[in-house]
């Protein structure tokens, strides 16, 4: 079992930047679990969607609502996962939420954080 903790949430100012981490217990390297992760974010009254997400070859996918805006990365040694948010905008407020063991870039994933509301006003 792969556990996720995010953290950098809060209120943000529009036009402003942010750093989302995530750290994992360990990679997931479960027989029926991939090696993608991923954030993704629900907004109120909103179906949670992929915002960023990363497979093992460093390769990205990005929703087009934060393209050239977010970017998404992982450090590999220490098991973590960050999403920068530049030139954020107030439709970036949701919780946004961790994800690990996707087979493919928007998943299935088998993991997922508690989440962590970020506020852009």
């Given at each position: 079992?792969?556990?996720?903790?995010?953290?950098?949430?809060?209120?943000?100012?529009?036009?402003?930047?942010?750093?989302?981490?995530?750290?994992?217990?360990?990679?997931?390297?479960?027989?029926?679990?991939?090696?993608?992760?991923?954030?993704?974010?629900?907004?109120?009254?909103?179906?949670?969607?992929?915002v960023?997400?990363?497979?093992?070859?460093?390769?990205?996918?990005?929703?087009?609502?934060?393209?050239?805006?977010?970017?998404?990365?992982?450090?590999?040694?220490?098991?973590?996962?960050?999403?920068?948010?530049?030139?954020?905008?107030?439709?970036?407020?949701?919780?946004?939420y961790?994800?690990?063991g996707?087979?493919?870039?928007?998943?299935?994933?088998?993991?997922?954080?508690?989440?962590?509301?970020?506020?852009?006003?």
């Amino acid at each position: 079992h792969v556990q996720l903790v995010e953290s950098g949430g809060g209120s943000l100012q529009a036009g402003g930047a942010h750093r989302l981490s995530c750290v994992a217990s360990r990679v997931s390297n479960d027989r029926h679990s991939g090696y993608c992760m991923a954030w993704f974010r629900q907004a109120p009254g909103k179906e949670r969607e992929g915002v960023a997400a990363i497979a093992s070859d460093g390769s990205t996918r990005y929703a087009d609502s934060v393209k050239g805006r977010f970017t998404i990365s992982k450090d590999n040694a220490k098991n973590t996962l960050d999403l920068q948010m530049n030139s954020l905008k107030p439709e970036d407020t949701a919780i946004y939420y961790c994800a690990s063991g996707g087979e493919r870039h928007w998943g299935p994933y088998n993991y997922w954080g508690q989440g962590t509301q970020v506020t852009v006003s």
